[in-house]
């Protein structure tokens, strides 16, 4: 029972576990909501154990953003997940203002800092040898130790959940991060990571079109912390970074003082599976032992 979500050009497909994620050292809550056949799950993962990288790459024609999400999606996954650890990739096109270039990203999650190291190498050689022309200039890397994460998941495996739309200028899901710098006091990332969870979280978590939040630590030299949502429009991200903002305003205006950088763009692939193959391990696991204690009972 394995979830599964891949975004490619304009159709979003998600197919998601039955169950609870228990990887990496995560503690998991579960918030249910009832519903007549399917209740809708959202599973809260303080994920201590999950490391996680983002490459931003600047300079890019707008024109080659097709070419490097079929690149990312048929090259690269496949070797991506290959790799031991792997939880989560993305990729989206950041428009940024007054600029005829968009920035490339890609976000990966593994079960460890070497893990995610070696992802980003694997990725740096890959971009290299094959789309070299396409993203010429070198990435700017946030990396760290993910701290909260939170994804949505429908805990029916024989339903799929299909977004599609007939605008065909509309995006069917969005990615944006915050990076609040100079953030580097561990009580105070602590107490920022405890507020996150137990009151933001929740509430980001329930709202319209969520699919996926975390917050991570940067790693040294780099101070500060990052926080990426995706929704599945980018008008429901933007009225997730206003409650962000409130949020903060209203309980963290001590602790994060200075307003963020904020990146958003267009989601080009997402695939999260990988956060969901323990919880298939799990069941695997324990529908041999309950196999297995039948036989001897017979």
């Known amino acids: 029972m394995l979830g599964k979500a891949i975004i490619m050009g304009r159709m979003v497909h998600l197919l998601f576990t039955l169950g609870l994620f228990f990887g990496a050292g995560g503690a998991i809550l579960a918030e249910e909501e009832t519903a007549a056949e399917c209740p809708r799950t959202i599973t809260i993962t303080d994920a201590a154990g999950l490391f996680v990288s983002i490459r931003h790459f600047e300079g890019v024609d707008p024109a080659n953003i097709p070419e490097i999400g079929r690149i990312a999606q048929d090259e690269f996954l496949p070797l991506l997940k290959e790799a031991r650890g792997f939880r989560l990739y993305a990729t989206a096109s950041i428009r940024v203002e007054d600029q005829e270039t968009v920035i490339a990203t890609a976000v990966n999650v593994f079960t460890s800092e070497e893990e995610m190291q070696n992802a980003n190498e694997l990725a740096l050689e890959f971009v290299s040898a094959n789309a070299a022309e396409l993203l010429p200039l070198a990435p700017t890397i946030y990396s760290g130790n993910v701290n909260v994460l939170a994804a949505y998941a429908n805990p029916c495996p024989t339903q799929e959940t299909s977004a599609t739309t007939d605008d065909e200028e509309r995006s069917p899901a969005y990615l944006g991060y915050r990076v609040y710098s100079n ?70 205006v001590e602790l994060l003082p200075s307003p963020p950088q904020f990146y958003g763009g267009d989601v080009t692939v997402l695939d999260f599976s990988g956060l969901f193959a323990d919880a298939a391990l799990d069941d695997q696991e324990a529908e041999q032992s309950e196999t297995a204690g039948e036989g001897d009972e017979k």
Do not use: C
């Open 183 to 252: 953030v580097e006091e561990a009580d105070d990332i602590d107490a920022i990571n405890a507020l996150v969870r137990d009151h933001f979280v929740p509430v980001i978590s329930a709202a319209e079109g969520f699919i996926l939040y975390l917050n991570f630590t940067l790693l040294p030299p780099l101070e500060g912390v990052v926080a990426l949502n995706i929704f599945a429009s980018e008008a429901e991200l933007k009225e997730a970074n206003d409650q962000a903002a409130e949020f903060v305003a209203a309980d963290l």
